[in-house]
Every structure is written in C-alpha cells, then in structure tokens.
C-alpha cells in the first residue's frame, strides 16, 4: 500500500477522533445548556414572561460572536449561534406547554384571543368575571390571568384596578390589542339579507355609524363571543353579529363585512398577572413599573406624591384615581412610570414615597409601553 496513502488515512482518522471527543464534550454541554434553559422557563411561566426576546438574543449572539477571532468561522459560528437560539426556544415551548393562562369571557372574546396572542402554547381557561380569573390564580387553579386595565375609548376598567390594589397578584406584562370589529353570519348569508345584529353594548356603540347606514335593527349580547354563539346555534341568516374575525372561525361563521368599527384607533391594554413578582430589571427607560398609593387628607397631597416620582427622574405615562372600595371619599392613586423601581433612585423614590404617602405599593414591572399583539389567526 502507498505510504503517503497510509499516511493521509491516519490524519484523517486522526482528525475524526478529534472531532468524535470534541462532539462527546459539546453533547455534554448541550445538555447542561439545555438545563439551564430549563430553568429560564420555569422562572418566565411563573411570572407570566414571553419566550421570545429578540433584544436578549441579539445581545448573546453579538457576545458570543465576539469570542471567534477567525473572521471566516465568524459568520459560521452566527449561523450555529441563532440555530442553536430556535432549539432553545422550542425546548421552552415544550416546558411551557402545560401553562394555565385565565382570561374572562368566552371561547373567541378579545381576552382569549390576547391570552392565545401572548401564550400560543399555554391552555387557557374561561372564567365568568375578572374577580373569578384573578382568583383562580391567587388559588394556584391556573398560573397566569390576562384582564384588561384600559381601553383608548372606555378607559380604565375599574374592577381590575380594584382587583390589583386589594389583591396578592403582581402584573409582569402588559400588552396592546387593537380591537376590530367585524360582521359575522352564518354560513351562506349575505350581507344584504341581514336584518338585525348581536353584540356587545360598546360593539354596538362603536360600529353606531354602520348599523345606522344600513338601516339594522340591533340587540345586545353579553359580550362579542356570546353574540357570535348565539347567531351560530340559531342558523337565521337574517341576524348578524359583531365581533372579531377569529370569533368567525371558532364557530364557522362567514364573515360579511372587515372592519366595519368607526374609530380604527380602539386599542385595548391586558395586563399578565402573576403570584411571583418579576424582579428583572428594566433596560435603560424603555421599561415600567406600576405604582398604587394613598395621599394625606390634606392641601397639595397628590401633588407632594408627584413631585417626589418626578424629583427622581421618573415620567408618569399613567396616572388615574379611583375610590377605595368600603371607604367612601377617600381615593387612591395607580401610576405607570417609565424607568425601573430597581434602580438606585426607583429604590431611593420609593422610600421617600413611603415617608409621604399612607399607602404605597409596587404591583407590577414590563418591559416596554409599546408591546403590541400583532394580528394574526392565534386560535
């Protein structure tokens, strides 16, 4: 046999070998990797924390790519980076699979279709009331609640806001939903067949200027789901309902007309309510955190609460006022502030709060104001 022959052999087997124990060692890696992405899941399913994190992986990625001096392997070593980043996030997926998420409605409302938005892979559960969902997580029946807090024409919803001053619960997201609303018939109606149409009393409200224009008669549903329920068990292609396009789909409905609501501008705020308090930190400004508190009965009170956010650098986005339930007179105060509690001056402003205010609490940390639930058919 050629002697350079055996000699290319042996190198080649050689550099097998090499591979072979460097594949023995990454193979022990991954696991241990994975572990820890174990651990990364169970921290976000308890705080009600998204899988994705584009900012987060752009950070690792541009990090660890620094390490690779080769400009060559560089690019290759990118590739194995962000392939090795969808791994780790399907194996999250997989842990997260059995998340409970709570909302309040029915099947198709535009709670569910957050919920489903937010958790593609938990399972949410329908509850009758925002009380009924937040307790089932102070109850430990489900991990996570999405409720809503504010809608751009409505205002705040009160009864959440409540919820969150006198319960355990912490908010760890909080998330925009714009609201379309659509007209939904059975299957083989027509839009001018339509006589009357169901929905909710603010659905209703918001298309005023499109039933007008066609002349319907209108009846009000508890809310947009039911009303899309209610039209599909009954089969008259006469009435219509109002609601979302998703809604359509869960109860095989056609839709007969997109976007019919006047103002385009009709979004809705969900908050993700948790049992453990999300301590992560929020990156420069571009984060928040969600302040309650009372004021003295007297002269300036609000003011002097103010002045003491605003001393440390903090812009209120959010402030309203609501009457302490059983207390009648008497009001409280709920702010979202741009920054992080965590800081040096959160945790200095937070103190100097406590030495003005009777009442002061922390009940929540996101990311961002503008995370925004893209459309999409999540259901």
């Not at 908050?271 to 508190?293: C, H, P, Y």
Request: include cysteine; glycine fraction near 6%.
């Amino acid at each position: 046999m050629d002697v350079n022959r055996l000699q290319d052999t042996s190198e080649l087997d050689e550099a097998r070998e090499e591979i072979r124990i460097v594949d023995e060692q990454m193979a022990a890696l991954f696991v241990q990797r994975m572990e820890a992405v174990r651990k990364v899941a169970d921290f976000k399913r308890q705080r009600g924390l998204p899988i994705e994190g584009k900012d987060q992986e752009a950070l690792v990625i541009e990090k660890n790519s620094a390490l690779i001096e080769d400009d060559e392997l560089r690019s290759y070593y990118l590739q194995f980076q962000q392939a090795t980043m969808e791994v780790s996030k399907r194996w999250q997926h997989r842990l997260m699979d059995g998340q409970r998420v709570a909302y309040s409605g029915v099947e198709g409302a535009f709670a569910h279709i957050a919920a489903k938005r937010i958790f593609p892979d938990g399972a949410t559960l329908a509850y009758p009331t925002f009380e009924d969902a937040y307790e089932s997580v102070v109850a430990g029946e489900c991990d996570l609640a999405v409720l809503p807090v504010e809608n751009s024409r409505a205002g705040e919803v009160a009864q959440v806001l409540d919820l969150l001053l006198a319960g355990p619960l912490f908010v760890n997201g909080m998330y925009s939903l714009a609201v379309v609303q659509n007209l939904l018939g059975v299957p083989g109606s027509t839009l001018e067949g339509v006589r009357t149409v169901v929905s909710h009393q603010q659905a209703l409200s918001q298309c005023r200027a499109y039933i007008r224009a066609h002349g319907f008669d209108t009846i009000t549903a508890a809310n947009t789901a039911v009303a899309a329920r209610q039209i599909a068990q009954a089969g008259d292609a006469s009435v219509a309902a109002i609601a979302s396009e998703q809604t359509a789909v869960l109860y095989g409905l056609d839709v007969l007309d997109h976007d019919i609501n006047e103002d385009k501008s009709n979004i809705t705020r969900f908050a993700v309510l948790s049992r453990v308090e999300s301590t992560v930190a929020q990156k420069n400004d571009a984060g928040a955190f969600i302040l309650m508190f009372t004021v003295r009965d007297e002269a300036g009170g609000l003011a002097k609460a103010g002045n003491v956010v605003s001393a440390y650098g903090f812009n209120m986005k959010v402030l309203r006022s609501r009457p302490v339930p059983d207390l009648p007179w008497h009001y409280y105060f709920y702010v979202e502030a741009q920054g992080s509690d965590l800081s040096e001056d959160g945790q200095k402003m937070i103190a100097a709060l406590k030495g003005a205010c009777p009442m002061v609490k922390v009940v929540g940390r996101y990311r961002t104001f503008d995370d925004v639930l893209e459309p999409g058919d999540a259901l």
